[in-house]
């Protein structure tokens, strides 16, 4: 094994390692900033090409654009589904929505796990394994890395770490076609967002059960 494959496992290792500690008591952990500026550290050390600059801008926008369309496309229709609804009434919504949808998500949660993931660990992961290798890996490190999510909330951690990981590698692939992060960053804010507005929606309306 050499230099730059030990690079990305341990990278991988650490990020994986990092989401067992959001249920530290400590404040700072879960802030949106910390979170923001960890995965803009790690993709700034990497060297990762974010690709916020045009020609790479304008592809990531527009593949990412209409990723985001179709899945909140499919989110709205998903919401008229008796079991789907179903579901959302029995989420745990934060108690802060707005904040939530303005600053979490998009801050604590999608740029920081796409400058970290497909930013940091799948440049160095290309680097050491090739494309496809690499891929693989942080696909599979973002799938673990939501374990400690699945215990949270009580969904089954087999098909947790199945469905993200999924995720993970499909947004790695709208990063390597664009050439952009923000390709992913839409797509993941966009089932991410999509969601939540699906499900605040839905127990308003219905009066459920959720904060």
Known sequence: MNGKQIRALGLSAALVGWSFTAGLDKPWRRHP?????????????????????????VSGCRLGGAVAGAVAAGVAVGAAVPQVRAAMLQRQLPAR????????????????????????LDTLAAEAFGLSGG??????????????????????IGATVAVTGLAGWVFGLLAERSGSLVAPMLAHLAINEAGAVAALAVQRLSGGTGN
């Open 97 to 120: 929505p707005g904040h939530w949808l303005a600053v979490e998500i998009p801050l604590g949660t999608v740029w920081s796990e796409e400058t970290a993931f497909r930013g940091a």
């Open 135 to 156: 891929r693989l890996l942080q696909a599979l490190a973002f799938g673990l890395s939501h374990i400690p999510d699945a215990r949270g909330t009580g969904e089954p």
């Open 33 to 57: 900033l910390a979170q923001a500026v960890y995965g803009t550290g790690l993709a700034v050390a990497a060297r990762a090409p974010l690709g916020l600059r045009r020609p790479h801008l």
